[in-house]
C-alpha cells in the first residue's frame, strides 16, 4: 500500500504500524516477489533485503542487535544500515532500503533499493 498521493512519501510503501517494531525487533514484508526485513535498531528503522546472500534463509528469523542482523542459518552477520558484511561466511552485502516513519506507520522506499 502507498503512502497518500501528492505527499512527499509518494514513493515509500506501508510496512507496519510503528507499535508493532519495539528495539531489536525483525518483522517480514512482501513487497511484489521481494522479501524484505524491516527491524528498530538503536532507536531507528531500517530496511534491507530479507534472504541472506549467503544461503537461503530468511533472516526475520536471525537476531538484530543493535545494528548488527545475524542470519539463523549460517550466522553470516550484517550492518542492517548499509547492508554490510560484518562477518562471513557471507561475502555479499545485503540491499538495502530507505525506511521511514511517519504517521505512527514505517513506511520503505521501494524504488530499487539504495
Known amino acids: 500500500m502507498q503512502h497518500t498521493e501528492g505527499s512527499e512519501y509518494d514513493s515509500y510503501i506501508y ?3 510503528s507499535s508493532e517494531l519495539d528495539e ?4 517480514e514484508c512482501e513487497i511484489g516477489i521481494e522479501t524484505i526485513v524491516v ?4 532507536g531507528k ?10 544461503a537461503y534463509s530468511e533472516l526475520v528469523d536471525g537476531e538484530l542487535d543493535g ?13 542492517i544500515r548499509d547492508g554490510s558484511v560484518l562477518e562471513g561466511p557471507a ?21 530499487g533499493g539504495e
Not at 527491524?39 to 538503536?42: F, H, M, T
Not at 528503522?45 to 549467503?54: R, S
Open 45 to 54: 528503522v531500517y530496511a534491507a533485503q530479507g534472504i541472506c546472500t549467503h
Open 91 to 111: 561475502e555479499t552485502p545485503l540491499r538495502v532500503y530507505k525506511a521511514i516513519e511517519a504517521d505512527g506507520a514505517v513506511w520503505i522506499n521501494y524504488e
Open 67 to 79: 545494528t548488527c542482523l545475524t542470519c539463523p542459518l549460517h550466522f553470516a552477520c550484517f550492518d
Open 39 to 42: 527491524g528498530r535498531g538503536e
Open 24 to 27: 531489536d525487533d525483525l518483522i
Open 15 to 17: 510496512a507496519c504500524s
